[in-house]
């Protein structure tokens, strides 16, 4: 079974950055699409950025310019940096990950355990 370990969530002032990590790790033949979500309180999840097995990036309105996603092939891990976080960018934040643990099988679609961001004074 694969699993996906986040790290680097934490409490951080308006203005801060932060980067999150999420390694896969299990057995593992390929990985496509990889992504960041995040769910604030109250709110609906939400999807962050997302990132194709060759690299290519797109990501939500709200974060565009601030948040950059990229992904270690090599290693299995994709991180999220976040730069000048505000208040609105609290919530908890998930990692996602397409992956095909045969060649002859589909891929399937796994989750992190989530990890807490909060940006306040």
């Known amino acids: 079974q694969v699993q996906l370990v986040e790290s680097g969530g934490d409490l951080v002032q308006p203005g801060g950055s932060l980067r999150l990590s999420c390694a896969a790790s299990?057995?593992?033949?390929?990985?496509?699409?990889m992504a960041w979500y995040r769910q604030g309180p109250g709110k609906a999840r939400e999807l962050v950025a997302t990132?194709?097995?060759?690299?290519?990036?797109n990501y939500a309105d709200s974060v565009k310019g601030r948040f950059t996603i990229s992904r270690d092939n090599a290693k299995n891990t994709v991180f999220l940096q976040m730069n000048n976080l505000a208040p609105e960018d609290t919530a908890v934040y998930y990692c996602?990950?397409?992956?095909?643990?045969?060649?002859?099988?589909?891929?399937?679609?796994?989750w992190g355990q989530g990890t807490q961001v909060t940006v306040s004074s």
């Open positions: 996602w990950a397409d992956i095909r643990q045969q060649r002859f099988l589909r891929s399937s679609a796994y």
């Open positions: 990132i194709t097995s060759l690299g290519s990036t």
């Open positions: 299990g057995t593992i033949f390929n990985i496509y699409n």
